[in-house]
């Protein structure tokens, strides 16, 4: 267990629809990192925040916008979904801002039919 | 775009031998991590390397970071079946504030 939590652990949901998947970090890790893990595409980074601010932007759609709030916890906002943003999205965290040691949740596996 | 290129994609090694993966950048690093995700898990944190030329072990593991820090090594002993598992390496460019993840060394082990 790595100290990192996230809901949901499944999602299945339509075409067009949108999605908020949400993140707790480990207690006293700042930042906070998201990915996004499909077959075709491997591991990609999306996104990181870091003490509420955004620190580094990946691969991440248009569609797609994250946040992180005062309590540290992010949420992950997918909209207008499509059959090919079907993966598995990981929530990570660390202490420091940078890409260091990096803690991953278990995973939200995202289903658009 | 930049992009950490990895090989093999997959490994299949008899228990007891041992094997490498490697992970090319075509523009400096700033770092690179390895992690393993285990079937069905998610990537865990193996190690960091800073310095070129850097080497590193854990136990049957040695992490190597090429002079140029463009390219990196894990070399694993005597592989074991706990070895079993996807091993990704993940570049920071020196000059480019991001995280580009190699496609990944699949390990399977046979007994």
């Known amino acids: 267990d790595s100290g990192v939590t996230q809901t949901p652990k499944h999602l299945i949901t339509a075409t067009g629809q949108r999605v908020t998947l949400r993140c707790s970090p480990r207690?006293?890790?700042?930042?906070v990192y998201w990915y996004q893990q499909s077959l075709d595409q491997g591991l990609q980074f999306l996104i990181q925040y870091y003490n509420g601010e955004e620190r580094a932007k990946g691969n991440i759609l248009e569609r797609f916008s994250a946040q992180q709030f005062p309590d540290l916890h992010s949420e992950l906002n997918l909209s207008s979904l499509e059959l090919g943003d079907s993966a598995l999205y990981f929530c990570?965290?660390?202490?420091?801002?940078?890409?260091?040691?990096?803690?991953f949740g278990p995973g939200t596996r995202l289903t658009v039919l | 775009g930049q992009q950490v290129m990895q090989i093999p994609q997959y490994q299949h090694v008899q228990e007891g031998e041992d094997f490498t993966t490697y992970c090319n950048s075509s523009t400096t690093l700033s770092n690179i991590q390895w992690y393993k995700q285990r079937p069905g898990g998610h990537p865990v944190f193996l190690i960091q390397?800073?310095?070129?030329?850097e080497v590193k072990k854990q136990k049957r593991l040695t992490f190597q970071f090429g002079e140029a820090k463009k390219n990196s090594s894990l070399h694993i002993t005597a592989t074991q079946t706990t070895d079993v598992g996807t091993y990704f390496c993940?570049?920071?460019?020196?000059?480019?504030?991001?995280?580009?993840f190699g496609a990944g060394t699949t390990v399977t082990v046979r007994a």
């Open positions: 390397l800073v310095k070129s030329g």
């Open positions: 207690s006293g890790d700042l930042s």
């Open positions: 993940a570049g920071e460019y020196l000059y480019d504030y991001k995280l580009s």
């Open positions: 990570a965290s660390s202490v420091s801002g940078g890409f260091n040691e990096q803690f």
